[in-house]
Nanobody, 121 residues
Framework: VQLQASGGGLVQAGGSLRLSCAAS????????MGWFRQSPGKERKFVAS????????YDVDSVKGRFTVSRDNTKNMLYLQMNRLEPEDTAVYFC???????????????WGQGTLVTVSS
């Protein structure tokens, strides 16, 4: 499956953005999907995931109820709605996929190219 993230940009603190991830090659109904982010000089970190069945997981410390992950299998799309953005959310955001049914903690093996989100104070 090929993934392409989009929707990043420059936004003021307190604003919102909606990231999208378009999948091609295979239907995402066969995959668990996730969002990760990488801030300058830091390692890539988990943000949120949504299983093929719809179950969601968030990095609570960083997301704090501000982000919502969703998917539309009919459109082969993954989304991340980000509200009340903070300067600390500035990062390149990546979407990722792994086959459904794998053991929890299995690394994602398909990655999009990333989209930059910059939050100004």
């Amino acid at each position: 499956v090929q993934l392409q993230a989009s929707g990043g940009g420059l936004v003021q603190a307190g604003g919102s953005l909606r990231l999208s991830c378009a999948a091609s090659g295979r239907t995402i109904s066969s995959y668990d999907m996730g969002w990760f982010r990488q801030s300058p000089g830091k390692e890539r970190k988990f943000v949120a995931s949504i299983k093929w069945s719809g179950g969601k997981t968030y990095d609570v410390d960083s997301v704090k109820g501000r982000f919502t992950v969703s998917r539309d299998n009919t459109k082969n799309m993954l989304y991340l709605q980000m509200n009340r953005l903070e300067p600390e959310d500035t990062a390149v955001y990546f979407c990722a996929a792994r086959p459904r049914g794998v053991v929890a903690g299995t690394p994602y093996n398909y990655w999009g190219q990333g989209t930059l989100v910059t939050v100004s104070s």
